[in-house]
């Protein structure tokens, strides 16, 4: 057994969902002849051919109306984003019809929209974004964040499979960075269940996505000076695993949140939110956020360093904490 | 003729039709007047809170359109299309008991006036925001291609709408993929208080299509006939395989956008002009000329309209109201 990556993982799982349900397609700008952007999909259009691998014009509102429409009728798309910025061209059609329409009138809508996700790759303003809170206050939506090569697949599995709208952000930083050797099989990662990503006892790092990497490293460091960190790595934001946040914070009565989209309005106010709301008189510390700048996305290196949480950022919290 | 009204046109002798299709046609058309009347009464009586659109003017688009579909095709009405709900077999009493927020109805009070839809009945509900049903009905037309079905999806958008992404977006996707699929613009020359020359510079809606590479095709919207066969062979392209078709329907709004709006906007000599080119009466005329309808049988489709229009209304009207238990609402978010 030989180790993958994290995108391919997310291309294994997307091949072995197209052959195991011919319900499932995949569509997006360049996914076919190209292989994707970021390859996620190279070599389906020679397995699986056209109109099962679909090269479509550059329309993200006909990408997500015709996911819609088709899901509506049964199939089960995989409709790519180039980016997960591009999203705001089809946001219509994601919080206005396939948020409400189960609701409304019923049917079932079960599509995957995939994410190419978050920074440090100096994308800047429009290929860096990480958008997950405009869609994680939408009911009827589910939003999936994979941080692992594990859950890459075992999570793309389960969301091809749900019969929900699922969004499913990719981190570009973790694509080629994380490699794991994966068992043999059909498995899959339940949405809706938080992980303990490391064990610890002095602090806990509710975090998801790219940050989980990161705040792993830190956490080794943090370790020479005997201090203790947990963390919880959420894997979906909705459905939301909230009894594992209290479960930790309970056992540690301190808490960062963590998050690389920016701070206002992320998804870490919800969690903070709930903390307070459920575990107050567990906490031996204020809660504190970490996320990037309220700004756009910069570009140039050193303006997207001062945005993004950096481990220096990192670690004074979660030393801030545990002084506290 | 006012401006911006194109010229009626000739009618087709009726022979070659069978008696009961035409009759059908005519029957769906009051159907829906019927149905529409007994909405707005509904509304002014304080028993409905629903948006009224009415369709009042363009039944015979609606009707005379969808009459050109298989049961098992997919129509996507919008909110001027009661006609196509009735057509395509969505019962009086379904359609009511949404409009009067029943938890046995469609939405179960979730969603008002004509925004729902019934796999069951194979038809496509709109939401507000105009356009949005191009492409998923696009999306409708390529599940059939992708499994091999021949069945075709119709939906409407009007001239206001057609302006929106979503309708280029949608028709350019459509024609790539020569997908089954029929879109009738319903140029009924007003979108709320916005006349079709603050909408587009272009000389009419159906040249659009040529952007598209797809087919076209103008119609009197208010000509049943007309419409129904301009629309079938639409439907047959796109069974064929041959793609999508842009149907630009002529025809006029009869009423204000909204039941709250007196439309003192729309000049009096155009609604004068239409109400000649009323596509109930105009058929009734042809009807009678042809000697398939006298007075008899007219009163006698009517009773039979009025009917039905009383049991839907009184049996909606005995559904059960929604509770609010929050349990429930929030356990249908998710399928």
């Known amino acids: 057994?030989?180790?993958?990556?994290?995108?391919?993982?997310?291309?294994?799982?997307?091949?072995?969902?197209?052959?195991?349900?011919?319900?499932?397609?995949?569509?997006?700008?360049?996914?076919?002849?190209?292989?994707?952007?970021?390859?996620?999909?190279?070599?389906?259009?020679?397995?699986?051919?056209?109109?099962?691998?679909?090269?479509?014009?550059?329309?993200?509102?006909?990408?997500?109306?015709?996911?819609?429409?088709?899901?509506?009728?049964?199939?089960?798309?995989?409709?790519?984003?180039?980016?997960?910025?591009?999203?705001?061209?089809?946001?219509?059609?994601?919080?206005?019809?396939?948020?409400?329409?189960?609701?409304?009138?019923?049917?079932?809508?079960?599509?995957?929209?995939?994410?190419?996700?978050?920074?440090?790759?100096?994308?800047?303003?429009?290929?860096?974004?990480?958008?997950?809170?405009?869609?994680?206050?939408?009911?009827?939506l589910k939003v999936v964040c994979p941080a692992t090569v594990y859950d890459a697949k075992g999570l793309m599995k389960a969301a091809v499979r749900d019969d929900n709208p699922v969004l499913y952000f990719e981190h570009k930083y973790l694509y080629r960075r994380l490699k794991d050797e994966l068992p043999q099989g059909d498995w899959i990662v339940p949405l809706g269940e938080a992980r303990v990503a490391r064990e610890g006892r002095d602090v806990s790092v509710i975090t998801y996505g790219s940050m989980v990497y990161h705040a792993g490293l830190v956490a080794e460091t943090l370790a020479a000076d005997g201090i203790d960190v947990e963390i919880i790595d959420l894997r979906s934001l909705i459905p939301l695993d909230e009894e594992a946040i209290l479960e930790s914070v309970r056992k540690t009565n301190r808490v960062v949140v963590l998050h690389?989209?920016?701070?206002?309005?992320?998804?870490?106010?919800?969690?903070?939110a709930r903390i307070a709301e459920f575990a107050f008189e567990h906490l031996d510390a204020p809660i504190r956020r970490v996320a990037s700048l309220d700004t756009p996305v910069p570009h140039a290196p050193q303006l997207e360093d001062a945005f993004m949480p950096m481990p220096a950022d990192i670690e004074a919290a979660i030393r801030a904490t545990v002084t506290y | 003729m006012p401006a911006r009204s194109k010229r009626p046109s000739k009618n087709k002798d009726l022979a070659g039709y069978e008696p009961d299709f035409l009759l059908g046609l005519y029957r769906d058309m009051l159907r829906t007047r019927a149905l529409d009347?007994?909405?707005?009464?509904?509304?002014?009586?304080?028993?409905?809170?629903?948006?009224?659109?009415?369709?009042?003017?363009?039944?015979?688009?609606?009707?005379?359109?969808?009459?050109?579909?298989?049961?098992?095709?997919?129509?996507?009405?919008?909110?001027?299309?009661?006609?196509?709900?009735?057509?395509?077999?969505?019962?009086?009493?379904?359609?009511?008991?949404?409009?009067?927020?029943?938890?046995?109805?469609?939405?179960?009070?979730?969603?008002?006036?004509?925004?729902?839809?019934?796999?069951?009945?194979?038809?496509?509900?709109?939401?507000?925001?105009?356009?949005?049903?191009?492409?998923?009905?696009?999306?409708?037309?390529?599940?059939?291609?992708?499994?091999?079905?021949?069945?075709?999806?119709?939906?409407?958008?009007?001239?206001?709408g057609s302006n929106v992404g979503d309708f280029h977006e949608g028709l350019n996707f459509a024609g790539v993929l020569k997908l089954p699929l029929v879109l009738i613009l319903e140029n009924n020359k007003w979108a709320y208080s916005t006349p079709i020359e603050y909408q587009t510079a272009a000389k009419d809606f159906a040249c659009r299509a040529e952007g598209y590479g797809i087919a076209s095709d103008t119609v009197d919207g208010n000509d049943i006939i007309a419409v129904y066969e301009v629309t079938k062979k639409a439907v047959e392209r796109a069974r064929n395989g041959d793609g999508p078709t842009l149907i630009e329907?002529?025809?006029?709004?009869?009423?204000?956008?909204?039941?709250?709006?007196?439309?003192?906007?729309?000049?009096?000599?155009?609604?004068?002009?239409?109400?000649?080119?009323?596509?109930?009466?105009?058929?009734?005329?042809?009807?009678?000329?042809?000697?398939?309808?006298?007075?008899?049988?007219?009163?006698?489709?009517?009773?039979?309209?009025?009917?039905?229009?009383?049991?839907?209304?009184?049996?909606?009207?005995?559904?059960?109201?929604?509770?609010?238990?929050?349990?429930?609402?929030?356990?249908?978010?998710?399928?």
């Open chain 1, 260 to 272: 690389e989209d920016t701070k206002t309005g992320g998804f870490g106010g919800e969690i903070s």
């Open chain 2, 249 to 335: 329907a002529d025809t006029m709004r009869m009423r204000g956008h909204a039941i709250h709006d007196d439309a003192k906007y729309v000049p009096k000599e155009q609604l004068e002009y239409w109400e000649t080119r009323d596509p109930v009466e105009t058929f009734r005329a042809r009807l009678k000329k042809a000697k398939l309808l006298d007075d008899d049988g007219h009163d006698s489709i009517m009773a039979a309209v009025k009917q039905e229009l009383e049991t839907a209304t009184d049996e909606a009207t005995a559904m059960p109201l929604p509770t609010g238990d929050r349990d429930t609402e929030l356990g249908d978010v998710y399928a």
């Open chain 2, 37 to 160: 009347s007994r909405i707005e009464a509904l509304y002014k009586q304080g028993k409905l809170v629903a948006g009224c659109y009415s369709s009042r003017g363009q039944e015979g688009c609606s009707v005379g359109s969808t009459a050109a579909m298989r049961d098992d095709d997919i129509v996507g009405p919008m909110i001027r299309n009661l006609g196509s709900m009735l057509r395509h077999g969505l019962p009086m009493k379904f359609v009511l008991s949404n409009y009067l927020g029943r938890a046995t109805g469609p939405t179960k009070g979730r969603d008002g006036s004509s925004h729902f839809g019934s796999l069951e009945h194979n038809v496509f509900g709109p939401i507000s925001m105009l356009g949005a049903l191009i492409p998923v009905c696009a999306g409708a037309a390529l599940s059939f291609q992708m499994r091999g079905e021949d069945r075709v999806a119709l939906t409407w958008i009007g001239d206001g």
């Open chain 1, 1 to 140: 057994m030989s180790a993958i990556t994290y995108i391919e993982a997310i291309r294994e799982a997307m091949y072995e969902e197209l052959h195991r349900d011919p319900d499932v397609y995949c569509l997006g700008e360049d996914i076919g002849t190209y292989g994707g952007a970021f390859r996620a999909t190279a070599g389906f259009l020679e397995e699986f051919g056209r109109p099962r691998i679909l090269d479509t014009p550059l329309s993200e509102i006909a990408i997500m109306g015709a996911s819609i429409g088709s899901a509506m009728l049964g199939m089960r798309p995989i409709a790519e984003m180039q980016f997960a910025d591009f999203v705001a061209n089809g946001f219509n059609m994601l919080v206005n019809f396939a948020a409400k329409v189960h609701y409304r009138w019923g049917p079932s809508c079960p599509m995957v929209v995939r994410l190419p996700t978050g920074g440090g790759t100096r994308g800047g303003p429009f290929h860096a974004t990480n958008p997950e809170a405009w869609f994680t206050r939408v009911p009827g």
